[in-house]
C-alpha cells in the first residue's frame, strides 16, 4: 500500500494529459518508415528533433510538467502493451460512421502467453526526454493502464493456456511487468508517471457496461477488480515517484467514445484505489457533475480537465473558477489543481484544432490556475 498522505506533491497547481499535435515533417518521417524508405533509426533521429522543439514549447508556455508529447507513438496505449511478453495487438481500422465522421475501431488485445517484462519499455525515450528538459522542471512519462490487457477482450481475449484462472496470477503477472517497468524509469531518475485509463471511464456509459456484460463481467464488480489490480502495480511503485492516472472518454479527431457520470465508479477509483493523483475530464455535460469527487480521501490530489482539447474555441476564466468553486463543495481547495481534460493528439492522427490552440489553451490553464491559487 502507498502512503498517500505524504505522496510526492505534483509539479504544479497545473498540468497536462501529455500528448500534442505532430509536426508535418514528423508525420511525413512515420509515413517513409511505413514504407521502408528511411529506417528506424533515421526516424528516431527525426523524433528526437520534433521531442527538442515541444519540450522547448512546453516549457516556454510555462507548464512545469514536460512530455515528450507522444512523438514516439501511434496509439496511446498500443506502442506500449505490444512490447510487453505475452501480449499481441491487432491492427487498429478507421471506419466511417453514418455521421460521416472516422470512428477508430479498436484492435483486439491479446494475451497468448504469460505476461512478462522483457525489455525496458520507456528507459531510452525516458532519457532522451530528460537530457532535453531544463533545471526546475519535471519529465513525466505516460503509460497505458494495465487494465486495458483485460477491460477490451474480457475472459475470452486471455489464453486459456497461460492462464486457466484469471485470479491470482495473470494480474500479479502483468503488476509484476509493471512494477519491473516503474522500477527501470525510477532507477534513471523518473518521479512522475501518469497511467492512462479508458476502461474505468468507459464503465461510466450505459452502452459500455452493457457490452462488459455480454462478455460475461458484471460491471459493478469489475471497477472494484480493477481498483484492486492497479493497486497490485502501486504496491511497487518505487519511493520517491508520482503515480497519477488519466481518465480517458475517448480523444480520436476531435471524437469521444463514452459518456456518463463517474458515479457507477467513483468509490472504487478515488477511495479503494492508491493513486496519488487523478485526471478526470470535465470539459461539458457527458461528465456529469462533481459530486462523485466527495470519496476522494486526503492527501490525493484530483486535477480539474475542465479546458477541452478537442476544439479550439477557448473557455473564459469566469466559466473555469465557477466550476473550480462547484468542485471545492466536494473536495478542499488545497487538493484541486487544473488541466485540460485529455491529451491533443491521443493518437498519431491528433485532434481537429489548429497548432496555435494548443498554446492558447494552455496558457488559458495556468493563468486560471495562478489566480484561483496564487501561483502556488
Not at 528526437?48 to 512523438?71: C, H, P, R, W, Y
Not at 512519462?141 to 485470479?167: K, Q
Not at 459500455?208 to 463481467?217: K, Q, V
Not at 473555469?320 to 492522427?349: N, W
Request: proline share 5%; aromatic share 8%; net charge negative.
Amino acid at each position: 500500500m502507498s502512503n498517500t498522505d505524504n505522496h510526492p506533491k505534483l509539479p504544479a497547481r497545473f498540468d497536462h494529459v501529455g500528448s500534442f499535435l505532430r509536426p508535418q515533417y514528423l508525420l511525413e518521417a512515420r509515413e517513409q518508415k511505413a514504407k521502408g524508405s528511411i529506417t528506424p533509426e533515421q526516424l528516431r533521429v527525426v523524433e528526437d528533433k520534433a521531442i527538442t522543439e515541444i519540450v522547448k514549447f512546453q516549457e516556454s508556455v510555462g507548464l512545469k510538467s514536460i512530455t515528450d508529447g507522444e512523438f514516439r507513438r501511434t496509439f496511446f496505449h498500443l506502442d506500449f502493451l505490444e512490447q510487453l511478453g505475452g501480449v499481441k495487438v491487432g491492427e487498429a481500422v478507421l471506419a466511417r460512421g453514418p455521421d460521416g465522421v472516422d470512428h477508430l475501431v479498436p484492435p483486439a488485445i491479446h494475451v497468448v502467453d504469460k505476461v512478462t517484462h522483457t525489455k525496458q519499455i520507456q528507459l531510452a525515450d525516458f532519457n532522451y526526454l530528460k537530457s532535453q528538459v531544463s533545471a526546475g522542471h519535471t519529465p513525466k512519462v505516460t503509460i497505458p493502464s494495465p487494465t486495458m490487457l483485460h477491460f477490451r477482450g474480457g475472459r475470452a481475449g486471455i489464453s486459456r493456456t497461460a492462464y486457466p484462472e484469471l485470479e491470482p496470477t495473470f494480474y500479479h503477472d502483468v503488476a509484476q511487468a509493471y512494477g519491473d517497468e516503474l522500477r527501470s524509469l525510477s532507477a534513471a531518475g523518473c518521479n512522475y508517471v501518469q497511467m492512462d485509463d479508458t476502461n474505468l471511464a468507459y464503465l461510466c456509459d450505459d452502452k459500455m457496461r452493457e457490452a462488459a456484460r455480454s462478455r460475461g463481467d458484471d460491471p459493478n464488480e469489475l471497477a472494484h477488480r480493477y481498483a484492486k489490480f492497479i493497486n497490485l502495480v502501486v504496491a511497487q511503485k518505487p519511493a520517491g515517484m508520482t503515480l497519477a492516472m488519466h481518465l480517458c472518454r475517448g480523444n480520436f479527431k476531435s471524437t469521444h467514445a463514452a459518456a456518463g457520470n463517474y458515479e457507477p465508479v467513483a468509490e472504487a477509483l478515488l477511495s479503494e484505489m492508491d493513486i496519488d493523483a487523478y485526471f478526470l475530464e470535465y470539459d461539458d455535460d457527458r461528465s456529469g457533475d462533481f459530486r462523485p469527487l466527495r470519496f476522494l480521501p486526503k492527501g490525493k490530489t484530483m486535477v480539474l480537465g475542465l479546458v477541452t482539447t478537442k476544439f479550439g474555441q477557448m473557455e473564459s476564466k469566469d466559466t473555469l473558477k465557477r466550476r473550480i468553486d462547484e468542485a471545492a463543495k466536494y473536495v478542499p481547495m488545497e487538493q484541486l489543481a487544473l488541466s485540460p481534460q485529455c491529451g491533443f493528439s491521443s493518437t498519431v492522427h491528433g485532434n481537429n484544432i489548429a497548432v496555435e490552440d494548443q498554446r492558447n489553451k494552455l496558457r488559458l490553464v495556468i493563468e486560471t490556475a495562478n489566480e484561483v491559487w496564487g501561483g502556488k
